[in-house]
């Protein structure tokens, strides 16, 4: 169920961004699903409306299908709202070393800087950092938490 | 009964200048004399051995005059202590001994000591000078044989009195042993407060047993991973300051800090030579992390592996000419060893799991390192050619080992579960028997052993 609509959401980005290329002078807010209550392009847009996070396996930082469909989603919003820049930071679970989750984290935010790069989103505009496994946002040690640690998360700055 | 005396007592010296002079300190207190020549020992601990009895020593409280009498208590429960945490001797209740009140110039009733089961005996005394230093004498005794195997004596301030007390547990150390000891050294590590998807870490030292514990940084920028000069008072560690995660190098005495290198990425898992005048790290690039080596005194720096991979957690051998890492360039993390300069790397650990966290022993024998299993975290050792794994610990959470300067001792941090948990530092001996709390003010972590000072 959530796949279909995962990859539903990447056809309606990839339609919006063709839109998008046409109307860029105009001003036009993206046509993203979502709460039309919060600010067109404030960063709350971005966090609730596009998603400012994605997540990996264990050890991994190759990008499944519902990342591409956020960092589609992410490029597009970018590409509109020209003046951020971003910062990717990239994470680690806990259940790992010290030394191989700072590069792992870093692993992790390359990935996701290369797939916007390839969407078109000027390497100027972005930098990278990792906090490896320093920085968790969920606390139990379950795999419920591991797994929302395992992200990189976009950080807009610059407005 | 007295000691020959030939000794430059200790000027005073503020707590700043105490790092700067620790080895001269040492060198200036060496004493000496011996009533009889200690040149051989009937009593001596082998510890090559994989299980060790401890030894029954006898550590009669020492005899302190006027102001120093409680510190005089204090050394000897130090000493005591210490040989204790070692796993390799069993100091007797002092409740026990039957022969009380003694101070350093008491001549032993051997056949008291026999009865309580004593193989070695420490007597001593602590005296107020004139100048404001305190004295210090003791002498350790082979109870079967009737006689001094050493006598010394020492000046120092009262404020050094736990050096002192682990000067002379290192000097019982090495007479029963026959190696050098570890306990007057220190250990660098991260202080952890707050909660766990918030820590605060500081950079921070302590005493080996865990006392005074001073910081070096306030907390305001994520540090981790710090390891001490083998030969100076210098720390390399990786900071976040600045929002550019660097490795740095700090000098404990004078709190003065520098980025080590102009590279264009984050460095991270540094760690000193041997001879403590270059640095390796790794360098992130893109997806990639590789081994560098950068000499402090011409700041030049060498890349040393070139692969699409993570390089990381390098450390020498003790001879320098070669250096094992982790790298995941083989599909998962294991250990490699290769030769300084970069070139032939040989993959060394083939046991279920991945490996990291690699550390090659002083004595160059051991590589201790972290094992992943089934989500159980180990601290183990292996021989450099990649033969005789053996696991010391295995648990929840094991991590991050590093040797004690005679190369006899790990000390590494292992966290607990729960979102309370989080880590501490302990110490497990090579027979993975004697397992031992460190006790810290906070949570800690990365714990990495200063030499010992002589």
Redesign the interface.
Known sequence: MSKTLFARGARFAAVVAVCLVAAACSQTRPELSGNSSVAAGSGQDFVVNVGDRVFFLNNQSSLDGSARAVLDKQAVWLKHYKNYSITIEGHADERGTRQYNIALGARRAAAVREYLVAKGISPSRIKTISYGKERPVAVCNANSCWSQNRRAVTVLSGR | MSFVMRLNPMRKTGVKQLWRRACRFVAAAVAVAALSQPAYALIELDITQGNVEPMPIAISPFAGSGLQEDVAGQISSVVAADLQRSGLFRPIDPAAHIQQGMNVGTMPRFGDWRTIGSQALVTGSIAQQANGQIRAEFRLWDVFAGQQLIGQQFFTTPENWRRLAHIISDAIYQRLTGEKGYFDTRVVFIDESG???A?R?RLAIMDQDGANVRYLTRGDD?V??PRFSPVSQEVTY?SYVG?N?QVYLFNIETGQREVLGNFPG?T??PRFSPDGQKVIM?L?Q????NLYLMDLRTRRTTRLTNTAA?D??PSFSPDGRQVVF?S?RGG??QLYVMNSNGSGATRISFGPGQY??PVWSPRGDLIAF?K?HQ?RFMIGVIRPDGKGERILTEG??N??PAWSPNGRVLTFFR?T???Q?GPQVWTVDLTGYNEQLVQTPNYA??PAWSPLLD
Not at chain 2, 286 to 289: C, F, I, M, P, Q
């Open positions: 909660p766990k998807d820590r870490k994520l981790l991973t990786m929002g995660p984050m991270f898992a790794s992130q893109g997806s990639n992390a993570i990381t957690s982790e995941d998962s993390q990291s966290t972290t992943v989500g929840y959470h991590e991050g966290d579960v729960g979102d948990g972590s990365d």
